[in-house]
T-cell receptor, first 117, second 116 residues
Framework: AQKITQTQPGMFVQEKEAVTLDCTYD???????LFWYKQPSSGEMIFLIY??????QNATEGRYSLNFQKARKSANLVISASQLGDSAMYFC??????????????FGKGITLSVRP | DTGVSQDPRHKITKRGQNVTFRCDPI?????LYWYRQTLGQGPEFLTY????????KSRLLSDRFSAERPKGSFSTLEIQRTEQGDSAMYLC??????????????FGSGTRLTVV
């Protein structure tokens, strides 16, 4: 079974500063993918970044980067130069890449990020 | 293609009534997923289709819940005899079975159900 843990309480960051959102995971699979999604108050889940378990480099997508530490089973999201529009819920998720495995995503409980002007 | 569409966006129903939600995935995506999200929680997997075949159902999907994807395109999720505990956001997502398309999960905006 797969499990995602997000335990941070609501996070606050000053506009233009960087913030790290924590995510740890548990799986017995050797091949898997890790995702971060943003969910604003409108409800839509917006894909931010993806990291494969065999990727040697940490993923980056614009202001988003993923600090992937495989041995520690952590996949923290770093948002640089925070903007007011970054205020939202952020979810870490994972899926197995085993052949024949269900491709569903398993989500954590999420973290609320508030960006202060 | 405008993405994954869900209808209705909001539904208020009385306890005991039946409700049906619709999801139209991205046309080239052959996989379709239903998730349920309660307030302050992450989405929980309900069920998953590849083309028209329902390949997995979560134990969260009680006998009152049924999902269909008759022609491998749109899907419906029906809840019979609704209960207050069914109040949640119901999210639909689609993806491609192409293993190189790891970015391919696209979510709809969800249907928010309130059972009164």
């Amino acid at each position: 079974a797969q499990k995602i843990t997000q335990t941070q309480p609501g996070m606050f960051v000053q506009e233009k500063e960087a913030v790290t959102l924590d995510c740890t995971y548990d799986t017995s699979d050797q091949s898997y993918g890790l995702f971060w999604y943003k969910q604003p108050s409108s409800g839509e889940m917006i894909f931010l970044i993806y990291q494969g378990s065999y990727d040697e480099q940490n993923a980056t997508e614009g202001r988003y980067s993923l600090n992937f530490q495989k041995a520690r089973k952590s996949a923290n999201l770093v948002i640089s130069a925070s903007q007011l529009g970054d205020s939202a819920m952020y979810f870490c998720a994972m899926r197995s890449h085993l052949t024949g495995a269900n491709s569903k995503l398993t989500f954590g409980k999420g973290i609320t990020l508030s960006v202060r002007p | 293609d405008t993405g994954v569409s869900q209808d209705p966006r909001h539904k208020i129903t009385k306890r005991g009534q039946n409700v049906t939600f619709r999801c139209d995935p991205i046309s080239e995506h052959n996989r379709l997923y239903w998730y349920r999200q309660t307030l302050g929680q992450g989405p929980e997997f309900l069920t998953y289709f590849q083309n028209e075949a329902q390949l997995e159902k979560s134990r969260l999907l009680s006998d009152r819940f049924s999902a269909e994807r008759p022609k491998g395109s749109f899907s419906t999720l029906e809840i019979q005899r609704t209960e207050q505990g069914d109040s949640a956001m119901y999210l639909c997502a689609s993806s491609s079975s192409d293993r190189t398309d790891y970015y391919g999960y696209t979510f709809g905006s969800g249907t928010r159900l309130t059972v009164v």
